[in-house]
């Protein structure tokens, strides 16, 4: 790689990691970059330096996000009505930039079982007519079987 190309691919990722830092989306940071986003994301993933930095950058901005939070939280606001818009909103994007860290998520393990623990048994209850109508109908399906093999 040329001394050229390699000073480019720098600049290109100090404009991803700062728009990381300012709280773009990987596809916004590297737009801004002039890079796709699957081309900066293969730089990162090539690169353990550029991945540690686009980490540091985003926890900052998320910490940022968090810390106005708790500002808003702690009741330093003229306006309640816009705190509590801005609480819902800057709480919403941590859960969805760092769900592990932020999101409300709730494990449930939910098992199904029959009696004692088996399998689950289904039954499928016919009505009399329905009976009868099941019988025509497997009866016709056999008639229609027997006559084309006595075809054959």
């Known amino acids: 790689m040329t001394d050229d190309k390699i000073q480019t691919r720098a600049r290109e990722a100090d ?3 700062a728009a990381i830092r300012a709280g773009a989306t990987e596809r916004e ?4 970059a002039g890079v796709h986003r699957s ?3 293969s730089r990162v993933r ?3 330096a550029l991945a540690q930095r686009e980490e ?3 926890a900052a901005y998320l910490d940022e996000v968090r810390g106005h939070v708790e500002k808003i939280a702690a009741g330093d606001f003229e306006d309640a009505r816009a705190a509590a818009v801005q609480v819902s909103a800057s709480t919403w994007l ?7 860290r932020f999101g409300q998520r709730s494990k449930q393990d ?3 079982s029959g009696g004692e623990g088996g399998p689950v048994q289904v039954e499928r209850v016919l009505s009399p007519e329905e009976r009868v109508r099941e019988l025509e109908e497997i009866a016709r399906l056999a008639s229609e079987a027997h006559a084309a093999l006595k075809s054959k």
């Open 29 to 32: 940071a590297a737009a801004k």
């Open 46 to 48: 090539a690169d353990e």
């Open 15 to 17: 404009v991803y990691i």
């Open 39 to 41: 081309a900066m994301a």
């Open 110 to 112: 939910v098992a199904i």
């Open 94 to 100: 941590l859960s969805k930039r760092d769900p592990d």
């Open 56 to 58: 540091e950058a985003r």
